[in-house]
């Protein structure tokens, strides 16, 4: 069962307790250098919000803790029921001596991360995917993933130069759809290689498209290509692409941000006899 553990006060240390050692995972989450969900830290996952915990409880990231106000904890209870990880339950004050400031969600939790899918296997079923090159905006990634969740979207694939979709910021944006939606990143030459034995047709989205999303609506499999704002797909990802998709707009503007047009594309794009 879940160990409740009630912090009052000054925030203790570990005191040789393995339940209070799992309070590090929460500490000083303004800090850069001591974040353990980035790059070069423990690679820890941290879920924010009762919406976001739950999906990290329903999640293949298996959790460490949780460390939240009282009342947000016990909206958690039947998640939480049987799960060995230790509850820090706790005050709004003590919460921010711990984060490094104030949480107005109330409740964290962290996780250990999953073991990245097998590329041939994740793509051996789905019908729809994404293809991100250098989209490296946390919170744009994030949208990418809730997108994907929302319109039917099978899997992410991570092209060079994509932040980490398991970034606090992206996992908080995403609500919590970038830990049920699974990813795997690799080259381009990696990538390609397994869409084309999966009998993939790779559409490219760009402002010069000579086809639309919807051509592609009645195509078996198909992976759209998205790049980061600004530059787009680099010159290599367009020259793989088996279409140049654009999304038709008013004059005078010439894009969307990347998780807006990946959104209008999924949505376009579904496969035939999905509403």
Not at 33 to 46: H, I
Not at 48 to 57: C, I, K, N
Not at 150 to 155: F, S
Not at 192 to 198: F, K, Q, T
Request: charged fraction near 25%; hydrophobic fraction near 45%.
């Amino acid at each position: 069962m879940v160990r409740i553990v009630e912090l009052a006060g000054p925030v203790p240390d570990d005191g040789g307790s393995p339940d209070l050692a799992r309070l590090e995972d929460f500490r000083d989450l303004s800090r850069a250098d001591r974040r353990p969900d980035r790059p070069g830290g423990r690679g820890l996952v941290l879920a924010e919000g009762t919406v976001v915990v739950r999906r990290l409880l329903d999640s293949p990231y298996p959790p460490r803790a949780l460390l939240g106000v009282s009342r947000r904890i016990s909206e958690l209870e039947a998640e939480l029921a049987g799960l060995d990880v230790p509850a820090f339950v706790t005050d709004a004050d003590t919460m921010a001596s711990v984060v490094g400031f104030h949480l107005n969600r109330g409740v964290l939790a962290s996780a250990d991360r999953a073991d990245a899918p097998d590329l041939d296997g994740l793509l051996a079923g789905a019908r729809r995917v994404a293809v991100a090159e250098a989209v490296n905006d946390h919170e744009n990634l994030g949208s990418l993933f809730r997108n994907a969740a929302a319109l039917d979207v099978d899997a992410v694939l991570l092209a060079p130069g994509c932040a980490d979709p398991l970034y606090r910021r992206s996992v908080r944006v995403s609500m919590g759809h970038v830990l049920r939606v699974p990813f795997r990143g690799a080259d381009w030459p990696t990538l390609v290689a397994a869409l084309r034995r999966a009998g993939f047709v790779l559409g490219a989205l760009t402002p010069s498209g000579d086809v639309t999303p919807e051509s592609l609506a009645g195509t078996d499999r198909v992976a759209l290509m998205l790049g980061a704002e600004g530059p787009g797909l680099s010159v290599e990802a367009l020259a793989l692409a088996d279409h140049r998709v654009g999304i038709p707009m008013a004059a005078g503007v010439d894009s969307l941000n990347v998780a807006t047009a990946a959104a209008v594309a999924f949505h376009a794009a579904r496969p035939a006899g999905v509403s």
